[in-house]
């Protein structure tokens, strides 16, 4: 079992990043699922946002589970996850996309017993490097009962 200081270890760690770019099809597609309006000029929809964060990152679900001792197989969960638009993002426009490895947390409930809960900041960012939006997922990790 991958113990609480396994875990916290991974605090700091850096994702190899890269470029992402909302296509036009996905925002239409995203704003098509949660019945908002169509797009005004090039604004993505601000949900565009975790789309950029999970393409961006530089690994895939896979990887980041395994970073943490875990694969799809033992049920990983997203919890709760929080975005902060600073500047709207725009439909076709590449950002640089980084994150790191900002919490780790052990927890214990009733019934769903041991589980970490993993939290990943992610910045989208301009060429210049200037954020647009920082999104940070919870993941969810279940444990084995010593």
Do not use: C, N
Request: no cysteine; hydrophobic share 45%.
């Amino acid at each position: 079992m991958v113990t609480e200081e396994d875990a916290r270890a991974r605090i700091g760690h850096l994702f190899p990043g890269g470029l992402a770019t909302i296509e036009p099809y996905a925002d239409w597609l995203l704003r098509d699922v949660v019945g908002s309006p169509p797009a005004r000029d090039d604004l993505a929809h601000p949900l565009a946002a975790f789309l950029l964060a999970t393409q961006g990152l530089g690994v895939d679900l896979d990887d980041l589970f395994a970073l943490f001792g875990t694969s799809a197989a033992d049920g990983p969960l997203l919890g709760e996850w929080t975005v902060d638009v600073i500047e709207p993002l725009r439909v076709g426009q590449a950002y640089l996309v980084s994150g790191e490895v900002a919490g780790a947390v052990r927890k214990r409930g009733s019934r769903a017993g041991v589980f970490d809960v993993v939290t990943i900041a992610v910045t989208i960012a301009d060429g210049s490097g200037r954020p647009h939006a920082i999104v940070r997922p919870a993941y969810v990790f279940p444990r084995s009962q010593p």
